[in-house]
């Protein structure tokens, strides 16, 4: 029988990877439709909410991943929005692009100073 630390933790990961789903099939949308509507956004986000609505909501404490599931509430009260679509796709590929951003900020270390290091070898 598995313990209740392994059932949260299972809960915890399906949960963010529904997130995640959600967010890069948005984005996806986004990108890729040529003549993008209203219509076509809310339908867009009705169909991935089933996705979503399937795994219960679970309290996140890491950075990253509560910005993303603020970005994931953004982008679904954008749906009740009349803004322009255009400023809705302008407005979350730049909050997906800053997210993606700080994920790779903590990945990719640059070294200060490279050519010093190698100095004492010449």
Same mark, same amino acid.
């Given at each position: 029988?598995? @313990? ?8 915890? /990961?399906? #949960?963010?990877?529904?997130? +995640?789903?959600?967010?890069? &099939?948005? %984005? &996806? #949308? ?10 076509? #956004?809310? *339908? =867009?986000?009705?169909? @991935?909410?089933k996705v979503l609505q399937r795994v219960? +909501? $679970?309290?996140?404490? *890491?950075?990253?991943?509560?910005? /993303?599931?603020?970005?994931?509430? =953004?982008? $679904?009260?954008?749906?009740? &929005?009349?803004?322009? %679509? ?5 407005? /979350?590929?730049? &909050? ?13 270390? *640059?070294?200060?100073?490279?050519? @010093? *290091? #190698?100095?004492?070898? +010449?």
């Amino acid at each position: 029988m598995a @313990s209740q630390k392994a059932v949260d933790n299972a809960q915890r /990961l399906r #949960y963010i990877r529904a997130l +995640e789903r959600f967010h890069n &099939s948005l %984005i &996806s #949308y986004l990108l890729n439709t040529p003549e993008l509507t209203h219509t076509g #956004y809310n *339908k =867009k986000i009705t169909n @991935s909410l089933k996705v979503l609505q399937r795994v219960d +909501e $679970i309290d996140l404490y *890491k950075g990253e991943l509560q910005d /993303l599931q603020k970005l994931v509430t =953004k982008m $679904i009260d954008f749906k009740e &929005s009349d803004k322009d %679509i255009n400023d809705i796709k302008e407005e /979350l590929l730049y &909050s997906s692009n800053q997210l993606d951003k700080s994920k790779n900020a903590r990945r990719y270390k *640059k070294d200060k100073h490279t050519q @010093s *290091k #190698y100095d004492d070898w +010449e």
